[in-house]
């Protein structure tokens, strides 16, 4: 269907027929130990072309997801086609348009934590390598070798992965359930080395856990490069910093997450998004 689009890992069966009902399928996905996200729940379509209509996640009273997809390269290159002159521009030069997350998806994200909910966030590619033809101008949207540089999803796995399948999959799988990750837009810099913890006491807790204070909570921010950095508590920035590494100290409950900008081809981009810290 051309909307509700969901991303399902670990299911091992044939669940397209349920396509149909988003809660149907989850339902589904759970019941076969897999997990899921809902796919580039906001987006923009472009004018241009049949193709390039808008396919955003319309269910929001569904239930039993894992997270949402908060930046898909794709949706936002999309987004930039609002003209034929524009699309034959920014398939030249996407890195002068891309910038970050939708501001509504972030804002839905925060909406759902603020219920309570807790839900994790991915980034990806969305990558298919198609050719696209305009006239006489043809040109392949995009290679695999660069959309892979790109918006990523990075992890945080519980031991080092070894290359076997078997030893493999459940760190990562279970990195991804967790929450332990943070989306990187990894073209301009890699996110490589990014990282969002806080303690309270001998309490400690990583992106996508639930630190249980003891006392004040303090939390630490580490970025592999010089950036805007921003602490936000409950969707609002709380503390901002520039440089490499940003340290907080407080008192208050709430869901914490850090979000990085970095200057890049003349504009302000979107770099790092973390998961959340639940603190209670």
């Known amino acids: 269907p051309q909307a509700n689009h969901l991303l399902v890992y670990n299911a091992e069966a044939e669940l397209s027929p349920l396509a149909a009902n988003p809660q149907n399928l989850i339902d589904e996905v759970n019941r076969q130990g897999g997990f899921c996200y809902l796919a580039h729940p906001f ?64 804002r839905q994200w925060d909406q759902l934590l603020s219920q309570g909910k807790r ?6 590619a969305d990558a298919h390598g198609n050719t696209y033809s305009m006239g006489p101008i043809s040109r392949q949207l995009f290679p695999y070798e660069y959309l892979f540089r ?24 279970g990195a991804l359930r967790a929450g332990h990750a943070w989306v990187g837009y990894d073209l301009p810099a890699s996110t490589a080395g990014f990282r969002f913890r806080a303690h309270s006491g001998a309490n400690r807790a990583l992106m996508g856990d639930e630190l249980v204070r003891t006392g004040a909570a303090i939390f630490e921010v580490q970025t592999p490069h010089r950036a805007d950095i921003r602490l936000l508590l409950n969707g609002r920035v709380l503390v901002r910093t520039k440089g490499k590494h940003l340290k907080h100290t407080t008192a208050d409950a709430g869901v914490y997450r850090v979000e990085v900008y970095l200057n890049y081809r003349l504009n302000r981009r979107g770099w790092i998004f973390s998961n959340p810290i639940y603190v209670t």
């Open 43 to 106: 987006e923009r379509g472009s004018p241009i072309g049949p193709d390039l209509k808008a396919i955003p996640w319309s269910d929001w009273d569904v239930t039993g997801y894992t997270g949402i997809e908060i930046w898909n390269y794709m949706s936002e290159f999309k987004s930039l086609l609002r003209s034929k002159l524009a699309a034959v521009y920014y398939a030249h030069f996407p890195a002068r348009g891309i910038s970050g997350p939708f501001r509504a998806t972030l």
């Open 119 to 124: 839900v994790a966030a991915i980034g990806g």
């Open 150 to 173: 790109c918006v990523n999803t990075h992890i945080l796995t519980a031991r080092p992965l070894n290359g076997q399948l078997e030893h493999d999959k459940p760190l990562v799988y």
